[in-house]
């Protein structure tokens, strides 16, 4: 079945450490994103990416980074300098440019949470 | 950037209409108001979009006023499976695809 899969779905670190979540579709879109969600909270936009090799800030892209090598997986590192990464963080999709409907897909979503 | 404002929370009647607002008075010409739920922390699921006229699926009815600086999302018929946080999104151009800026989102509870 088409769809997006997150991986891992619960994530336990320690203070310090890089960790990388990751993130594949395979619905052949062009466009994907990463959102944060902290409890209680709207989704917030940390990259998305348009095309393979290409991506940019979102709104909270500080202590993250990301990468786009083939257009269905969009890996998100969440490194030492994020200050407060325990959260919920969901991945998505879209077909991009290409079509006008634009929806967006989701992930089940990763659950990050520092000691 | 458009942004969006919801109320926080909302309780509706079983089989009663819910009617969900949303303002988003800084909006453009070319952005589309979309509207998703989420239902204890998963994905958000995708319900409606529209641009400037009013629209309506299987799941809602999306009525946006003329000007389109505000917009209502309707569930018919709510059921308790409708409890979820409901997000009014604004989805913007930018860089060759688009944007999606989430606002904070209504708590739907439906009542028995």
């Known amino acids: 079945d088409g769809g997006i899969t997150q991986s891992p779905k619960y994530l336990f670190r320690k203070e310090g450490q890089n960790v990388t979540l990751s993130c594949e579709q395979n619905?052949?879109?062009?466009?994907m994103y990463w959102y944060r969600q902290d409890p209680g909270q709207g989704l917030r936009l940390i990259y998305y990416?348009?095309?393979?090799?290409?991506?940019q800030k979102g709104d909270i892209a500080e202590g993250y980074s990301v990468s786009r090598e083939k257009k269905e997986s969009f890996p998100l590192t969440v490194t030492s300098a994020q200050k407060n990464p325990t959260a919920f963080y969901l991945c998505a999709s879209s077909q991009g440019s290409r079509v006008d409907r634009g929806e967006l897909f989701f992930g089940e979503g990763s659950r990050l949470t520092v000691l | 950037d458009a942004k969006t404002t919801q109320p926080p929370s909302m309780d509706c009647a079983e089989g009663r209409a819910a009617n969900l607002p949303c303002n988003h008075s800084t909006i453009s010409g070319n952005e589309y108001v979309y509207w998703y739920r989420q239902i204890h922390s998963q994905g958000p699921q995708y319900i409606i979009h529209g641009l400037k006229n009013n629209e309506t699926n299987e799941m809602a009815s999306l009525i946006i006023t003329e000007d389109r600086k505000s917009s209502t999302l309707i569930l018919p018929h709510a059921t308790l499976r409708d409890t979820a946080v409901y997000y009014c999104i604004v989805r913007f151009p930018t860089s060759g695809t688009y944007k999606y800026i989430f606002g904070t989102g209504t708590r739907l509870k439906v009542l028995a």
């Open positions: 619905l052949n879109h062009d466009a």
């Open positions: 990416s348009q095309i393979v090799n290409d991506f």
